[in-house]
């Protein structure tokens, strides 16, 4: 499966932000979705992750500033920040458990990143 996001780029302190991350290839079942971010020198951390079923839970530095939502349908997972600060200042990765047929194992995938830059 190859996860393909966007919505990345400059955004200015207190600004919002919209990530999408879209799904595409052999899907029988896509598992857990969400979205990580890094930052130079430092472990990729989360941000936020969503379940099949819709349960969501987030990173602490994060925590009431992101909504992670998905459309199964569509096999794509969003990201919706608010109140950004500089130090929310990554690259933004969506990953995704995924099976490609009922008999296949699960497996996880990442996307190619997408840059944000909150600056003034």
């Known amino acids: 499966v190859q996860l393909q996001a966007s919505g990345g780029g400059l955004v200015q302190p207190g600004g919002s932000l919209r990530l999408s991350c879209a799904a595409s290839g052999k899907i029988f079942w896509i598992f857990d979705m969400g979205w990580y971010r890094q930052t130079p020198g430092k472990q990729r951390e989360l941000v936020g992750h969503?379940?099949?079923?819709?349960?969501?839970y987030y990173g602490r530095s994060v925590k009431d500033r992101a909504t992670v939502s998905r459309d199964n349908d569509k096999h794509t997972v969003y990201l919706q920040m608010e109140s950004l600060k500089p130090e929310d200042t990554a690259v933004y990765y969506c990953?995704?458990?995924?099976?490609?047929?009922?008999?296949?194992?699960?497996?996880?995938?990442w996307g190619q990143g997408t840059l944000v830059t909150v600056s003034s």
């Open positions: 969503i379940t099949s079923d819709g349960s969501s």
């Open positions: 990953n995704a458990e995924h099976q490609a047929t009922p008999y296949s194992a699960r497996t996880s995938h």
